[in-house]
């Protein structure tokens, strides 16, 4: 499987922005489709964002017109960027490399969660005053 590393979470206040990177261990071309997906308080696991190896983007509703995606092939990086961050976005962020691109209300919880792919370690975001 192929590893994903990370960075860029942190605590920012409502309003503000963060970027989210994460680097892929392998080629990312070779990659279908990359995303971010966030759990917080509840124990499942919802679709953020996720770009496609085509450039193809899927939002949740919640992060539409705030969030970006977009992934850099060359550096097999993948990004997230955060702005008008709100305190319900506080959660753990996830980077994801998956063989299909899935909705926008895809979510996953437990040992299902294995079934979408890869997954890196998860960044703590607190939006908070």
């Known amino acids: 499987q192929v590893q994903l590393v990370e960075s860029g979470g942190g605590l920012v206040q409502p309003g503000g922005s963060l970027r989210l990177s994460c680097a892929a261990s392998?080629?990312?071309?070779?990659?279908?489709?990359m995303g971010w997906y966030r759990q917080g308080s509840e124990k499942q696991r919802e679709l953020v964002a996720s770009?496609?190896?085509?450039?193809?983007?899927v939002y949740g509703d919640s992060v539409k017109g705030r969030f970006t995606i977009s992934r850099d092939n060359a550096k097999n990086t993948v990004y997230l960027q955060m702005n008008v961050l709100k305190p319900e976005d506080t959660a753990v962020y996830y980077c994801?490399?998956?063989?299909?691109?899935?909705?926008?209300?895809?979510?996953?919880?437990?040992?299902?969660?294995?079934?979408?792919?890869?997954w890196g370690q998860g960044t703590q975001i607190t939006v908070s005053s």
């Open positions: 994801n490399a998956d063989s299909v691109q899935r909705t926008a209300t895809d979510y996953c919880s437990g040992h299902v969660c294995s079934l979408f792919g890869s």
């Open positions: 392998e080629n990312s071309i070779n990659i279908a489709v």
């Open positions: 770009i496609s190896r085509g450039g193809r983007t």
